[in-house]
């Protein structure tokens, strides 16, 4: 029999057992329980764990915070740690300067105003002095914007607050216009504002998960802040103020963030503190005086500290595994994430940690070049996904040759023949 005889018969016998298999690619590592295309379960990860591994939650439940509504969060990621009836709307005191001093710093960046622009004291600003705490500006002075914003952040000056109001927007009613209209960019689906100090007024509200949200937001992309906020005293016009936050001094990293009190609301406080590198932000609403404020706030934190760190799961250019390749020269490639992975989770929880392989494709083709987005690796602990990152290949796969193609398809086809007759 000739070559060219042998050739046809065998790419006649391509062809038909092709059309059994309706063309369907054997991968080097598939089987015939795959499952869907969204996800692919025979990926070999590098990297095994115990599949019926559960994370262990640090049980919250062995303390109820004594303030009618709190939570805890990891400032990186926006976490929550802790919450109780933290969706509630509750008057908010002089939290509400937190959104003050965001539109101030968020003006200050877009250079509509300066640090040392000097604001004229109006008499709606000075009367602020009348009443709950102030930094005690006189009608009609000139005083340095950095100094007002300081006296709102370290002294909560209501008075300040009108001023910055005035200076920013022309008017207290369009400044607080615009904090509304912020928090509703922001996603504070709890909060309304009705003036920039938080002085007792029908309508003025907000949760704690807006504040703890708010908080981060100001935080994270407005560090300065804590420059400031974390100052031991201020003096202004010859008089001396201590900061208001009890935490300052007392625990360990503590440099902010805001105090609040009236009858309505009650002793209220936004702690912040960072150790080890994981900062977390406390929220803490309505407690019945400063011991308790206090006390709920270093509750609170201690519990996000001694349970929790930010874990370093994974670093940019990891193999993860190897996926399949259809007519490739290679039949496999490996893949790599493109962006490092943190997380937080529960101290000693961080070899229980699973990654999961998901592509976009059910089948990927050669030619494969490298640095080839194919898909995602998920990161779980137990039900949670802590981080989604993509995937790509490590390596060029280059097509192989026709006939190389055509007799995999053979060697396939008998070996599944014989899979089959061994089966029967």
């Not at 937001?217 to 003096?235: A, G, M, Y």
Request: charged share 25%.
């Amino acid at each position: 029999m000739t070559k060219r005889r042998i050739f046809i018969i065998l790419l006649a016998l391509t062809l038909f057992t092709s059309s059994l298999l309706n063309a369907a690619p054997v991968y080097a590592s598939a089987s015939e329980d795959t499952e869907s295309p969204e996800t692919v379960s025979d990926l070999k990860a590098d990297q095994e764990t115990d599949a019926d591994a559960e994370s262990e939650e640090p049980d919250t439940g062995k303390f109820d915070s004594i303030a009618e509504a709190a939570i805890l969060i990891e400032a990186s990621t926006g976490k929550v740690l802790y919450e109780k009836n933290a969706d509630e709307a509750m008057p908010p005191a002089s939290i509400t300067k937190i959104m003050t001093l965001l539109l101030g710093f968020e003006a200050l960046e877009r250079g509509d105003i300066a640090w040392d622009d000097m604001v004229t004291i109006s008499e709606r600003a000075w009367s602020q002095n009348v009443e709950g705490s102030k930094m005690f500006l006189l009608v009609d002075t000139q005083v340095k914007l950095e100094d007002i914003i300081t006296g709102i952040s370290v002294v909560s000056a209501n008075d300040g607050c009108i001023a910055l109001a005035e200076h920013i927007s022309g008017s207290v009613e369009a400044f607080v216009q615009q904090m509304n209209n912020r928090a509703k960019e922001l996603g504070l689906s709890n909060s309304q504002f009705k003036n920039p100090h938080g002085l007792p007024e029908d309508g003025h509200y907000m949760s704690a998960r807006d504040i703890a949200v708010l908080s981060r937001h100001l935080i994270n992309n407005h560090p300065k802040i804590l420059e400031i906020e974390s100052k031991k005293d201020f003096t202004f016009n010859e008089i001396f103020q201590q900061n208001r936050n009890p935490l300052l001094g007392v625990y360990p990293g503590a440099d902010g963030l805001k105090t609040g009190w009236t009858e309505e609301a009650g002793y209220c406080l936004v702690g912040t503190a960072i150790q080890d590198g994981m900062r977390l932000i406390s929220v803490v609403l309505k407690t019945k005086d400063e011991a308790e404020r206090l006390a709920a706030s270093r509750e609170l934190l201690d519990y996000g500290f001694q349970n929790y760190e930010v874990a370093q799961v994974a670093d940019k250019g990891d193999r993860v595994g190897e996926i399949d390749v259809k007519n490739g020269k290679s039949l496999t490639v490996p893949v790599k994430i493109d962006d490092p992975v943190a997380a937080v989770i529960p101290k000693n929880a961080k070899d229980r940690i699973q990654v999961e392989l998901n592509l976009k494709e059910d089948v990927i083709s050669a030619p494969v070049e490298a640095g080839t987005v194919v898909g995602k690796a998920e990161y779980r602990l137990g039900d949670e996904m802590l981080a989604s990152v993509d995937i790509s290949t490590m390596e060029e796969v280059e097509k192989a040759g026709f006939f190389e193609i055509i007799w995999r398809e053979i060697v396939n086809f008998f070996r599944s023949l014989f899979s089959v007759s061994t089966e029967n």
